[in-house]
């Protein structure tokens, strides 16, 4: 080997090395670096177990099925401060995305608190039904294209629980002046009887049964509830009647939606649908777990229903609000009118489905 073939040899050996050097520093800059970085602000505080966990699962499964090209940063009300704004937030695309519950826009927009659940509404599986197959998927797109956000279902708790009471209810009379913390429109229904509606932050609400300053309150069912100890301080837990599957939502502002490849939105809509049933799954889980543990540790705490008397005129009460709100709004009305005749159709495969195989062989 000659001088000039030693030296042409060490230059390809050299280019070599280099240019395998220099893909690799592309390689590690790719995975560094997605090429969709969004951002999600949701309701929930930091750490919230099963609906801040939906959201993370959500996050994880567009990220692997992208293959890192797209990341979505999580932020909870701790840090964006604004639990309530989540809807505003990714309208004005401050948040490419969101996590929350549609009735907390009642106030803004009334049409959209029945993408979540009504009092005496369907059951998750009967709701699930007709978002999918039953036209509610295109209602709540027709609702929310008001608010240039799309809006998906992100999660249900399944039924929910009346409430904890300390004192029990047998007549509406116990329920003149009683107060309570039960929010949006069940909290309407419920004050035509009589009931003190009032909101109190998360964090407070022990504190303010505990001391008397609320007689009762609903929060979600044993999934949740467990963790807040309310079994401690009130002894009458009754079944529900307001919040039969409340549905969350992911929200997504359409701008930057519309603006992803292909790819990436059927990834992200895969995503939130397979993370959206598996919170469901885990609510069910969670609530038979935790009563189970509910039950061994505190033996004392009663179940119970409300009276007839009370479910028919709050069944009145929920009816008649809801018909005159539709009176004067037109997207109330088409939402309110699908969900009335879904349900009857649905309603009536349940009860002689699921209904007929429960009520026979449930035993106490
Ligand atoms: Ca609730």
Redesign the pocket.
Known sequence: MNKSMKFSRLLVTLLVGFSLLFAGSLATKAEAAPKYNWKLAMTWPTNFPIFGDAVQKMANLVKEMSNGEMEIRIDSKNKHKAPFGVLDMVKAGQYEMGHSASYYWKGKDVSLMFFTTMPFGMTAPEQYAWFYYGGGMELMGKAYDRHKVYSFPGGN?GN??G?WFRKEIKSEADLKGLKMR???F?GEVLSKLGVVVTNIPAGELYTALDRGNIDAL????PSLDLNMGFHKIAPYYYTGW??PA?ELQFLVNQKKFDALPANLRAIMTTAMELAAYDMYSRSMNDSAVNWDLIQKDYPDIKIRTFPKEIIAKLKVENNKLLDEKAANNAMFKEILDSQRSYMKKVRAWTKISDFAYLKDNISE
């Open positions: 708790t929910q629980m409430g039960i929010p949006g069940a609903e929060w979600v069912g307001h919040e409340t």
